[in-house]
């Protein structure tokens, strides 16, 4: 099972781009999804994850309030809007299964092919 990340691709600092997660060889209502990301030479980290179930979510701090969240569960997809972005966004931003401990080490499984997002100053 792999989940897959596409919507990625360059932006200029202040702008929007909305990534998709979509998991469809998962049950996915009894999912616990999460997306991280990795910019060269540092460690994972989680940004946003969510309970597909009950759509309970929680944000790293670099992020909140400017990502959103949200799962559509017809088409097992998890969406990641993204608002004001900024260069120290740049990143590969990949999605996968994990629960809210292992999220905030950057763990997960299911981890399939990420997609760039290059922010510009």
């Known amino acids: 099972v792999q989940l897959q990340a596409s919507g990625g691709g360059l932006v200029q600092a202040g702008g929007s781009l909305i990534l998709s997660c979509t998991a469809s060889?998962?049950?996915?209502?009894?999912?616990?999804i999460g997306w991280f990301r990795q910019a060269p030479g540092t460690e994972r980290e989680g940004v946003a994850i969510?309970?597909?179930?009950?759509?309970?979510?929680r944000y790293a701090g670099s992020v909140k309030s400017r990502f959103t969240i949200s799962s559509d569960k017809a088409k097992k997809t998890v969406y990641l809007q993204m608002n004001g972005l900024l260069p120290e966004d740049t990143a590969v931003y990949s999605c996968?299964?994990?629960?809210?401990?292992?999220?905030?080490?950057?763990?997960?499984?299911?981890w399939g092919q990420g997609t760039l997002v290059t922010v510009s100053s």
């Open positions: 996968a299964s994990t629960d809210f401990a292992r999220f905030s080490l950057g763990m997960g499984d299911d």
């Open positions: 969510i309970s597909v179930g009950d759509e309970s979510a």
């Open positions: 060889e998962l049950t996915f209502e009894d999912d616990i």
